[in-house]
């Protein structure tokens, strides 16, 4: 079932090791891919991920957060900011002091964290672009993967072959060897757990608007 996110970050509180291994699984694939679009490495991600999680522990993030003052979405993009910041100006400056490598040093930013680190006093330009853009994705990995959970693995891959890939369903319905009605039965079924799963989702995401055909 869908946990919201006041809810496991009150477990967090706890000090609930099953939940901090949760936060881990959930949202670590959300900042791998902000990291990878920040120019950082696989390793670096790892890092950056364990410099959030450390926060947390600490209390000191999860002490600043208050639910009634605003959403989790813009209190983990804050977190996420500041902690990826930080590791970018440091290896910016490891850059400027080993600049004498020559024009050819790979320690040179990329354009991305050069852009960031200059506009790291704005709030919109360019990591809240970044961010918002990977956090709708791993909405609808969230919604999808739900989905998943909540049905029986032969109605997903229906589903998926139909509705996610496109597949015409009488293509769909010869290649599985099954009936057409069966077929839309089982992606109309689907759709309305989606749109349920979605609707949960959007109690605290309002802006989510997921580009799924469903």
């Known amino acids: 079932m869908y946990t919201t996110r006041k809810n496991l970050l009150k477990r967090l509180q706890k000090c609930d090791d099953i939940s901090w291994n949760e936060f881990y699984l959930t949202y670590w694939p959300l900042v791998l891919a902000i990291g990878q679009k920040l120019g950082m490495s696989q390793d670096d991600c790892k890092d950056l991920m364990q410099e959030i999680m450390l926060d947390l522990f600490k209390g000191e993030a999860l002490l600043r957060y208050d639910a009634s003052r605003g959403k989790f979405r813009t209190f983990f993009g804050v977190l996420v900011r500041h902690k990826a910041l930080a590791m970018l100006q440091a290896s910016a400056r490891f850059s400027t002091l080993s600049s004498h490598a020559g024009p050819d040093s790979d320690e ?9 680190i200059q506009n790291s006093q704005d709030d919109n330009e360019p990591f809240q672009k970044i961010f918002d853009e990977e956090y709708n994705k791993y909405l609808i ?9 909540r049905i029986n693995p032969e109605t997903y891959d229906i589903f998926e072959m139909v509705v996610l890939q ?29 749109q349920r799963i979605i609707s949960e989702i959007r109690a605290e995401n309002p802006e989510f608007n997921p580009d799924l055909s469903i």
């Open 108 to 116: 040179t930013p990329k354009p991305a964290v050069a852009k960031l």
């Open 141 to 149: 990995s969230l919604a999808l993967n739900e989905l998943r959970a």
């Open 166 to 194: 496109g597949r015409p369903p009488k293509e769909v319905a010869q290649y599985l060897g099954l009936n057409r009605n069966i077929i839309d039965k089982y992606c109309s079924r689907c759709r309305k757990s989606l």
